[in-house]
């Protein structure tokens, strides 16, 4: 499908971080207290839910103007270092440059934002 047809086909831009690839499963993990979420009190959640919260939360401490390449690794690196083998995934509706900011909403922005964070274990 080229660039024109899935415009066409799919009218709005859509991002999406999955997971893992699609040969792995996702793990959750039953204490999420160790991701450093604010007031996680203990619930069990998924480990790549958890570890993108924890990167976005910081970043909101210490802004530095991630992109999406800078905080797909930063979640690979946590992930890692937490011993799960789940690489997590970028997935775009449109053409995208992986050095572009990340941002729930573009800078700039005026009109309703709508963001939809979903984690699904299925």
Known sequence: MTSEQA???I???FRMISGCEDKQTSADVSNVGSFQLPDPAG?????CTSTLLNVLYRDRVRPDDKSFKE????MREILQSKGFTQIPQLSSSRNLDVDTKFDITPDGFHGTKRAVMIGINY
């Open 7 to 9: 415009q066409n086909a």
């Open 11 to 13: 009218r709005s831009e």
């Open 43 to 47: 619930r069990a959640g998924g480990a």
């Open 71 to 74: 905080l797909l690794l930063e």
